[in-house]
């Protein structure tokens, strides 16, 4: 292992080779030191190329992007500029797949960029905020290039030992942080309904954003509550200081909280140092059908930008802007469905672009995220439509009344077309 002191220092030239296809750690995970290295020399190294999965550095915008090609799974956080500009190209993808493709070669992965803690005594390094697809990628690596930084939680989970890391840099600089968002009353009532799904002992998966958040709050007066998801924000630590997360009756992972990405700034980062009561699992895990299939009473909140009168879901475009991606949506939406007792719910606003767009819509004006054979409970603010094993006319009857009623009588005509065709 070669140590750079000063990420002033790092001479990636003498580390990449042209044409080196990069995956790096993402979200709070993301390594910006070595992001922000690559930027200014990527250039002069040329034909390079990275794949990250979310970004929320700000550090990748379009002009950084002329010194490497960007690939991403989903146009998320400030990948959305990229996308904008026409230089992201996205590779559509469940989280689920990510690791397995970069085994395959299928995501190339000749360097891996990644962010971990300082090590513990053994030489043992934590993935600190992020356990995704990153070991997948230091497996598959021909160089592993390391940011050491101090200020990066010790997490219990998946560890780098210091034999594995062809590079360290040390720094010391906050990791990326994402403050809660904003709640509006329609996230209140979006996750009221949704919170109607989700009573004691009840294992939950959701992701970070202000519908999650208003959930979260809802849930402070249960019991028991178990935790496995993909990602998690500060919104756990909420629930377990209120007594309302204990994991206890999970039939496996008992009195754990697993996910693969922290999400959130650094009150979560502080509770997560070292703390047993939090294990950071790869998507391996995760997201896997076998593990997921183990656990009863999996209720599973995902997004949606918007969802079609027979039930299928976009969750990746907006008319012709991509600013979602595929993620670990289908992922969950079929262990919640087909979990024993649990449920999968799709959660969006009625309407978009200050009202004038409705969301629940006769076509979909983006791809299919989540097929409708895969769709439990869709809810807005004005209900919940339960889906599933519902024919395609009762479908179209519940999505009309959650829509906003703006729109529901354009929507009924289109729903009396599906009930005369019986499809």
Avoid: W
């Avoid at 996308?83 to 360097?111: F, M, N, W």
């Avoid at 803690?117 to 070991?135: A, C, E, K, M, Q």
């Avoid at 998801?229 to 992972?253: C, F």
């Avoid at 703390?275 to 997004?303: C, E, F, K, Q």
């Amino acid at each position: 292992m070669r140590t750079v002191g000063d990420v002033r220092d790092l001479d990636l030239a003498a580390v990449l080779r042209p044409g080196d296809r990069i995956v790096a750690g993402q979200a709070c995970g993301e390594p910006t030191s070595l992001i922000a290295a690559l930027i200014e020399q990527g250039r002069g190294i040329g034909g390079l190329s990275l794949f990250i999965a979310t970004s929320f550095s700000g550090l990748l915008t379009p002009d950084a992007a002329e010194s490497f090609a960007v690939s991403s799974m989903g146009a998320i956080g400030a990948l959305r500029s990229l996308s904008k500009a026409h230089r992201l190209t996205v590779v559509p993808c469940h989280v689920s797949q990510v690791g397995p493709l970069i085994e395959a070669g299928a995501i190339g992965c000749d360097a891996a960029f990644v962010q971990v803690s300082p090590p513990d005594g053994d030489g043992n390094h934590s993935f600190g905020l992020i356990t995704d697809h990153v070991r997948a990628a230091v497996a598959k690596a021909r160089v592993v290039v390391a940011e050491v930084n101090d200020r990066v939680p010790f997490t219990r989970g998946e560890l780098l030992h210091a034999s594995e890391i062809d590079v360290a840099v040390h720094v010391s600089r906050p990791p990326v942080e994402v403050p809660p968002a904003r709640i509006t009353a329609t996230d209140e009532a979006i996750a009221a309904h949704a919170a109607a799904y989700i009573g004691d002992g009840a294992v939950v998966q959701t992701g970070v954003g202000a519908v999650p958040d208003a959930l979260l709050r809802l849930l402070r007066d249960r019991r028991d509550l178990g935790v496995h998801s993909g990602m998690l924000g500060d919104g756990l630590v909420e629930l377990i200081e209120a007594g309302a997360v204990t994991n206890a009756r999970k039939p496996i992972d008992r009195g754990v909280s697993v996910t693969g990405a922290l999400i959130g700034t650094a009150r979560l980062y502080a509770f997560a140092h070292d703390n047993p009561l939090i294990r950071m699992t790869p998507a391996s895990y995760t997201h896997d059908a076998g593990v997921l299939a183990r656990l009863d009473g999996l209720v599973t909140i995902n997004s949606a930008m918007e969802v079609d009168l027979t039930g299928q879901v976009n969750a990746e475009q907006s008319g012709a802007s991509y600013v979602g991606g595929t993620g670990g949506q289908v992922d969950f939406v079929r262990a919640g469905a087909r979990s024993r007792g649990g449920r999968a719910v799709t959660a969006l606003p009625a309407t978009a672009r200050g009202g004038t767009v409705s969301r629940i819509t006769a076509a979909l004006s983006g791809p299919v995220t989540t097929a409708r054979s895969d769709v439990d409970v869709v809810v807005t603010e004005f209900g919940a439509a339960e889906l599933k094993g519902r024919g395609l006319a009762e479908r179209a009857r519940r999505l009309v009344a959650i829509a906003h009623p703006d729109f529901r009588e354009d929507l009924e005509r289109a729903a009396h077309a599906i009930r005369k065709r019986g499809f």
